[in-house]
């Protein structure tokens, strides 16, 4: 079996054995079982105990099979940063393996710091992909994919190297954020960094354009 076939199979696997801890709980789930939290630390959202047990981790093993075949299948998949790729095939299953535990465990009675603990996996999550960004070459499904950015190298570079300070600086301020469950702070700066290197890419597209004129 192929390394990358093997991967796949491992992670979708991985996806999937939550459901077995639910089928052990089962009788003893509640109904409804907490899908969301807000900033306070209450639960704002609940689902049916059979789509918190065998939904959600088919739903995840489903998105991780996506994932693994659009980039094994990438024409430019040599040139997306490896760590990139591993956090992509990987971001699935460890969601599974924590989240879906976590929300069994809370409906349950168990106190969880769903507040705490979320916001500080996402800003060392942007850390680590802020880091490797700028290591990130020209692919079709790894990376900040737009028009301008796969049509010019520079461009691409240019954008990845200005994204990849801007994450890692996002990534901190998620973090601080979480120690005082200051939510609103942390929607923005998730906003920010999608947004801000998109409209810098295509800042750099226009004026590329305008040289391209001039001369």
């Not at 900033?39 to 047990?53: E, F, H, I, L, R």
């Not at 996402?122 to 790894?142: A, F």
Request: glycine fraction near 6%.
């Amino acid at each position: 079996m192929k390394k990358a076939n093997k991967t796949m199979v491992i992670t979708t696997i991985l996806c999937l054995l939550p459901i077995l801890l639910g089928v052990l709980l089962y009788p003893k789930l509640p109904d409804q079982v907490p899908a969301q939290w807000g900033s306070d630390g209450q639960v704002n959202w609940y689902q049916p105990k059979a789509m918190a047990v065998f939904g959600m981790p088919a739903f995840l093993a489903i998105i991780n099979l996506v994932v693994h075949i659009g980039v094994n299948n990438d024409p430019k998949r040599a040139n997306a940063s490896k760590m990139l790729k591993n956090i992509g095939f990987w971001i699935c299953p460890i969601i599974s393996l924590i989240f879906v535990p976590i929300s069994l465990f809370a409906s349950m009675g168990m106190e969880v710091h769903v507040a705490f603990w979320t916001p500080l996996f996402v800003g060392v999550l942007l850390i680590i992909i802020g880091n490797y960004l700028p290591k990130c070459k020209q692919s079709y499904t790894v990376g900040i994919r737009l028009p301008w950015t796969l049509d010019n190298e520079t461009n691409w570079n240019k954008t990845h190297h200005f994204a990849g300070y801007l994450w890692i600086i996002g990534g901190i301020i998620t973090i601080i954020s979480s120690f005082f469950s200051f939510w609103p702070a942390i929607f923005l700066v998730i906003i920010l960094i999608v947004l801000i290197p998109i409209v810098y890419s295509f800042v750099l597209y226009k004026r590329g354009n305008q040289i391209g004129k001039i001369k």
